[in-house]
């Protein structure tokens, strides 16, 4: 999320498409974990998960089971709080 997203998007994309360049010929397909980075530019990911501000500085991560939200973290280390809860 960012508060700029027509400077910063693109940006974002580039980048995680020069990561996984270097990242996928460096392990086996069978390696890879079960993970999805969604490009939520119109902000209805970040809406729907009950982000309410959204900010350069925004952190939020939430585990997502069966279609629903099972647990959601706020702040730095938003990622290990949320997989730590389930």
């Known amino acids: 999320m960012t508060g700029d997203p027509d400077e910063l ?19 086996p397909e069978s390696a890879w974990p079960h993970l999805r980075l969604v490009h939520d530019r119109d902000l209805s990911l970040a809406t729907a998960a ?4 959204v900010s350069d500085s925004t952190e939020t991560a939430v585990v997502i089971r069966d279609g629903r939200i099972v647990a959601r973290a706020d702040g730095f280390g938003a990622c290990h709080a949320a997989a730590s809860v389930t």
Do not use: Q, Y
């Open 50 to 53: 009950g982000v309410d501000v």
């Open 9 to 27: 998007a693109n940006l974002a994309r580039l980048v995680l498409a020069e990561l996984l360049t270097c990242l996928r010929p460096a392990f």
